[in-house]
């Protein structure tokens, strides 16, 4: 989910009326692989320590290294852990084909891998993005959980006119979430676990705010979609995760309805404060600023 526009109104020709396409793996090219094998290998030398366990269980346990990985395969073991599945969509589909997936224990995935020049930055999310960054999470049960109440709770926001808020949380948790884990903080978030430079700068960077994770908080606070993130939220499990994301959102919307947003580079005087940042990289202009 993201403020992405997607393309279609109506399913594309070659598309099921789920929005669902054929991976077609076989069709996928030497470079196309190559490209994956490429991502994965930077990604590799940077998650070990960085990564939360759940993440690095899920790469153990998944085909991922390799090549694009055939969805079939993929999904044999997948199913077996926690029921879930990945299908492949043609890109950016309806907010409510993507909760019904969600909320059934399908993950839409795009069917096309970026191009070799476009490895460190890419708009649209590619099934490197969708499968090397979300799947692995995906073999976690109480992430699975998570997920799927993601799902059908956002098909309650949209009959609310509550879907921003409820964008605002798969932003800072599936996105770009961070948890604490042994010693320090780890990361969660698929938008950060492929990206091999914001998987360094998330952690370690002096810029941003790391704040802890406070579901109503969360969901008022803007977020940008073109650049590092200004401030990460973090969780202190993946099961507490799940028991926020399990209760009735009904008072919470009631409560939020018609509150002012939080800006992103905000610190609250009630906010559990990890780091606060000193905004530098966004006051350099962002974009990989030097």
């Known amino acids: 989910m993201s403020d992405f526009e997607h393309v279609f109104e109506t399913p594309p020709p070659g598309a099921a009326a789920d929005w ?4 077609d793996w076989r069709d996928y090219t030497e470079v196309e692989h190559r490209t994956w094998s490429t991502l994965y290998a930077r990604q590799m030398q940077v998650l070990p320590g960085r990564a939360c366990d ?3 269980r899920g790469l153990d346990a998944l085909p991922l290294d390799g090549g694009i990985p055939d969805l079939a395969l993929l999904n044999e073991k997948l199913n077996a852990l926690t029921g879930w599945t990945v299908v ?3 890109g950016l589909v309806p907010d409510e084909v993507f909760f019904d997936h ?3 224990r399908r993950f839409p995935s795009g069917q096309f891998i970026r191009k070799p020049d476009q490895l460190d930055y890419l708009q649209e999310p590619d099934i490197f993005h969708d499968v090397f960054g979300h799947v692995p999470m995906l073999t976690d049960p109480d992430f699975a959980a998570y997920m799927e109440a993601y799902g059908k ?3 309650r926001a949209a009959s609310l006119g509550m879907l921003p808020n409820l964008a605002r949380l798969y932003w800072y948790t599936v996105e770009f979430g961070l948890m604490r884990e042994g010693e320090g903080l780890r990361i969660y978030g698929a938008g950060i676990l492929s990206s091999a430079t914001e998987s360094v700068f998330c952690l370690e960077d002096p810029s941003p705010n790391r704040l802890g994770f406070d579901l109503e908080r969360v969901m008022k606070t803007l977020y940008r979609i073109d650049d590092f993130q200004q401030v ?3 969780i202190d499990s993946l099961e507490q995760l799940k028991r926020e994301t399990l209760q009735d959102f009904g008072p ?3 409560r939020l309805k018609g509150a002012e947003t939080i800006a992103i580079d905000a610190v609250l005087p009630t906010d559990q404060v990890f780091t606060r940042g ?6 350099k202009g962002g974009r990989f600023a030097a």
Do not use: E
């Open 278 to 283: 000193t905004q530098a990289y966004a006051a």
């Open 54 to 56: 759940a993440f690095m």
């Open 88 to 90: 492949c969509v043609p």
């Open 252 to 254: 919470i919307y009631t």
């Open 20 to 23: 669902t396409i054929p991976q």
């Open 232 to 234: 990460y939220f973090v």
């Open 153 to 155: 709770g956002g098909q």
């Open 102 to 104: 969600l909320a059934h």
